[in-house]
């Protein structure tokens, strides 16, 4: 998104999904939003929940793989 004070276009959107899936498949199990730099200051609310939505989502599902192979 770079620099600007703006939302994220759906093509920027799309792109922050996959590098929070990619890098939670990998192992990362936090988020960090850093809001008091920039660019992340300029996240709305909104865009943090959908984030947040998206890592809740993906922990869900790797704890219930991980208790069915248990």
Do not use: W
């Amino acid at each position: 998104m770079g620099l600007k004070n703006k939302l994220p276009s759906s093509e920027e959107m799309q792109r922050m999904k996959e590098i929070v899936r990619e890098e939670m498949e990998t192992g990362v199990y936090s988020l960090s939003t850093g809001l008091l730099y920039v660019p992340c200051t300029f996240l709305g609310l909104l865009l943090i929940r959908l984030i947040a939505f998206i890592v809740r989502r993906l922990v869900r599902k790797s704890e219930h793989q991980a208790s069915v192979n248990e």
